[in-house]
C-alpha cells in the first residue's frame, strides 16, 4: 500500500504551525496451527495484524517539530494456509478494509495535544 500524507494547518499563540502526516500500513503476519496428515483437515493459518505507521513534522515560527507513532491493529484477520503464500492476498484485503486517510484524521486529531505542547515548549526554550 503506498502511503498517504495529510496537512494541516494549527493557529497557536506562538504563531501558525503547518503539521504534515504521512502514514504507511504495516502488516504483521504469524503462523498458526500445524498441517494434518493425509485425510484429515489442516489446522495451518496465518493471523495478521496491520497496523498504521505515522510520521509527522510540523514547522512554524522557524521552529520544527517531528514525532513518530503507531496506531495498532487497524485491522486484523486470519487465512487458511501458509503466510507466505497469503501476502499478497492478506495486502489486497488490508488494501480494501482500511481507509488511510480516515485513521490519518484520527492520528492527527489525537495529535494536537502533543503537537500543540511541543511548540509550546519550544517556544519557551527560544525565549
Known amino acids: 500500500m503506498p502511503a498517504e500524507t495529510l496537512t494541516r ?52 515560527g522557524g521552529v520544527i517539530a517531528a514525532r513518530s507513532f503507531t496506531l495498532p491493529k487497524v485491522a486484523e484477520g486470519s487465512r487458511s494456509g501458509w503466510c507466505d ?21 484520527r492520528a492527527a486529531n489525537a495529535d494536537r495535544g502533543k503537537l500543540r505542547a511541543d511548540f509550546d515548549q519550544l517556544a519557551s526554550a527560544r525565549r
Open 9 to 60: 494547518t494549527i493557529d497557536l499563540p506562538s504563531g501558525a504551525v503547518t503539521a504534515e502526516y504521512r502514514g504507511d500500513v504495516e502488516i504483521a503476519t504469524k503462523q498458526i496451527g500445524a498441517v494434518a496428515p493425509g485425510g484429515r483437515p489442516s489446522t495451518l493459518r496465518c493471523s495478521w495484524t496491520a497496523s498504521l505507521n505515522v510520521e509527522r513534522q510540523a514547522t512554524g
Open 85 to 105: 503464500g497469503q501476502r499478497k492476498a492478506i495486502g489486497k484485503e488490508v488494501a480494501q478494509r482500511v481507509q488511510t486517510g480516515a485513521y490519518l484524521e
